[in-house]
């Protein structure tokens, strides 16, 4: 498996631009989480899903960020307009469902990251 | 409150000596699992070792071992031998089982401990 693919690995925008961020999760996990990263404020969830669903979006700070989840094998993060202060670095994570069904005992599976740069 | 606490920003190690990393953890599910990632200079998070809520012996891996304390809520993370290798931030994270509201299946980190191992 080539685990949790992320795309782009880095970003640079102007301020007002709209950003894309892509997710593919490892096949047959059924969550998807989405968080920031910075140096201020650590690992931050954003949004995550299950089954294709979003459980919790309680951490998008904004509306300008908004995230969708078409189906089992792809995710996006979009940002309009950006600003600078979203500078971070963005993952994607995946995980499942163990094979006796709980749901606490499964690690998530991380992206490489994207990096965001916003000008 | 948090869910995850470390308490340790930074911590140093000589090479080939042991180091623990703290975390506490606050829930009030009886089911829940607790996991540590490493994550390099180069950004990724790697999986490290994880251990449930009911596993009756501490979780080990490798050179990693987790000492569990349910009574006290801490799940520290104890690197044997360490490794220049090793040095890297540290994120101790938890999933509870118990669907409240939105919270089925989030995953929970701690601000990190930043390890420096030196020769």
């Known amino acids: 498996d080539a685990g949790v693919i992320q795309s782009p690995r880095h970003e640079v925008t102007e301020m007002g631009q709209e950003v894309t961020l892509r997710c593919k999760p490892i096949s047959g996990h059924d969550y998807l989480f989405w968080y920031r990263q910075t140096m201020m404020r650590g690992l931050e969830l954003l949004i995550y899903?299950?089954?294709?669903?979003?459980?919790?979006d309680s951490g998008m700070p904004e509306d300008r960020f908004s995230a969708k989840m078409p189906n089992a094998s792809f995710s996006t993060l979009k940002i309009q307009p950006s600003e600078p202060r979203d500078s971070a670095v963005y993952f994607c994570a995946s995980s499942s469902k163990s094979d006796r069904n709980f749901l606490w005992n499964t690690e998530a599976f991380f992206g490489q990251g994207t990096r965001l740069t916003v000008v | 409150a948090q869910k995850i606490t470390q308490t340790q920003p930074g911590m140093f190690v000589q090479e080939k000596e042991a180091v623990t990393l703290d975390c506490t953890y606050d829930?009030?599910?009886?089911?829940?699992?607790l996991f540590w990632y490493k994550q390099p200079s180069s950004g990724e998070m790697i999986f490290l070792i994880y251990q449930g809520s009911y596993d009756q012996q501490n979780a080990t891996e490798g050179r990693y071992s987790l000492n569990f304390q349910k009574a006290r809520k801490s799940a520290n993370l104890v690197i044997s031998a360490s490794q220049l290798g090793d040095s890297a931030m540290y994120f101790c994270?938890?999933?509870?089982?118990?669907?409240?509201?939105?919270?089925?299946?989030?995953?929970?980190f701690g601000r990190g401990t930043q390890l420096t191992v030196w020769p």
């Open positions: 829930t009030s599910d009886p089911s829940y699992g």
């Open positions: 994270a938890m999933r509870e089982a118990l669907w409240r509201g939105s919270t089925l299946g989030r995953l929970y």
């Open positions: 899903f299950n089954n294709n669903v979003p459980i919790d």
